[in-house]
Antibody, heavy 118, light 110 residues
Framework: EVQLVESGGGLVQPGGSLRLSCAASGFTVSSNYMSWVRQAPGKGLEWVSVIYSGGSTYYADSVKGRFTISRDNSKNTLYLQMNSLRAEDTAVYYC????????????WGQGTLVTVSS | SYVLTQPPSVSVAPGQTARITCGGNNIGSKSVHWYQQKPGQAPVLVVYDDSDRPSGIPERFSGSNSGNTATLTISRVEAGDEADYYCQVWDSSSDHFNWVFGGGTKLTVL
């Protein structure tokens, strides 16, 4: 059974850093492309970042230069390092497994809340 | 960047048919995917590649896509279908890849 479990969210001050984790089971993270998608309170879904099986990474313009996506194949875990956090980064962050060719997400984690506030 | 437009809300009585639209420039040339999200829960894929259903999704959920509009159709609506619904496409027209979501439609079952 495919499962994605996020952790690492919390309250952080503006300008601070946080690292999110997404532990996967039931499949191999490095064999798929994986993304982070966020949802601000009361708002819609926003794609944040992707890491492909080959290791290439891409980011939404809103986080480029501040966030870094990575994975640890030995732990089958996806990460999102978030630096220089802003109030507008406050959101529930979901990790999601992507499906090749058609580019949709077939499995999502339960999400972890990041609150950026002083 | 590519923009997807959804109506903020759709209301329907139980047993009736709900249609949720997703507008985009020549969206008929793209593959459209739909997610259902209930309060406090993660999104769930209900339709992919315009009209295919993942295993476990009822046949009441169907999709179509042509021209500038994609549509998610929910037949014989039940109270449990009340949720937010998001359309999504993959946009490679800009200088990098981008997964684009519509703004979401809240389905209310009267």
């Amino acid at each position: 059974e495919v499962q994605l479990v996020e952790s690492g969210g919390g309250l952080v001050q503006p300008g601070g850093s946080l690292r999110l984790s997404c532990a996967a089971s039931g499949f191999t993270v490095s064999s798929n492309y994986m993304s982070w998608v966020r949802q601000a309170p009361g708002k819609g879904l926003e794609w944040v970042s992707v890491i492909y099986s080959g290791g290439s990474t891409y980011y939404a313009d809103s986080v480029k230069g501040r966030f870094t996506i990575s994975r640890d194949n030995s732990k089958n875990t996806l990460y999102l390092q978030m630096n220089s956090l802003r109030a507008e980064d406050t959101a529930v962050y979901y990790c999601a497994r992507g499906v090749r060719i058609l580019y949709y997400f077939d499995y999502w984690g339960q999400g972890t809340l990041v609150t950026v506030s002083s | 960047s590519y923009v997807l437009t959804q109506p903020p809300s759709v209301s329907v009585a139980p047993g009736q048919t709900a249609r949720i639209t997703c507008g985009g420039n020549n969206i008929g040339s793209k593959s459209v995917h739909w997610y259902q999200q209930k309060p406090g829960q993660a999104p769930v894929l209900v339709v992919y590649d315009d009209s295919d259903r993942p295993s476990g999704i009822p046949e009441r959920f169907s999709g179509s896509n042509s021209g500038n509009t994609a549509t998610l159709t929910i037949s014989r609506v039940e109270a449990g279908d009340e949720a937010d619904y998001y359309c999504q496409v993959w946009d490679s027209s800009s200088d990098h890849f981008n997964w684009v979501f519509g703004g979401g439609t809240k389905l209310t079952v009267l």
